[in-house]
């Protein structure tokens, strides 16, 4: 048996309009392509009404009582709200977890390297996993871990002033906290 992995294109969780026949209430408070309210109608002399003009009824407030409906072409309606969607997926910032692995046992310039990572993935703009690994005897120490791990945060606090996601927690074999920049 042959399993696909396709990856399929997530879903945009978009809006549905309902318009000119679709439009199931029996009466709508109706605008004009110029926002100009024409007050509340039945649907069908509504549905004229826009045809009339050789428009589109289009239900823009459904919740409304009685819902809203607005005179248009729905064709750019819709051409209009896809834009706006594509724009805004366009500059939606996606924010990742980078990490950074300290030991007890670390060297100074190796702690210098990690601070020089960390300080490069928050001014990208991404969070930070700082984590403190216990090995064997390590384990009993978790006191020393806790003070290098606030060490090393205190020292990029200095350069980048940032805030914590999680504050510093013993999960294990480990001691982790998160930052971000602010």
Do not use: W
């Not at 977890?97 to 601070?115: A, F, N, P, Q």
């Amino acid at each position: 048996m042959r399993i696909s992995h396709k990856k399929r294109k997530p879903e945009i969780n978009e809006k549905k309009y309902f318009f000119n026949e679709k439009i199931i209430a029996p009466e709508v408070r109706v605008l004009d392509n110029e926002n100009n309210n024409l007050g509340v109608m039945k649907t069908g002399e509504a549905i004229r009404a826009a045809q009339e003009q050789e428009m589109d009824l289009v239900e823009i407030n459904p919740k409304a009582n009685p819902p809203v409906c607005k005179i248009m072409d729905f064709g750019q309606f819709q051409y209009q709200q896809e834009k706006a969607a594509r724009i805004k997926k366009a500059h939606q910032k996606e924010t990742k977890t980078k990490g950074v692995r300290l030991s007890i046992r670390i060297g100074t310039h190796d702690l210098e390297i990690r601070k020089k990572q960390t300080l490069e993935f928050l001014d990208n703009g991404d969070k930070v996993k700082v984590e403190v690994i216990l090995k064997g005897r390590e384990m009993q120490q978790g006191a020393l871990a806790f003070e290098l791990l606030k060490k090393f945060i205190s020292e990029v606090n200095v350069q980048t002033p940032i805030k914590y996601d999680q504050e510093p927690e013993r999960q294990g074999r480990s001691v982790t906290a998160i930052i971000f920049k602010i």
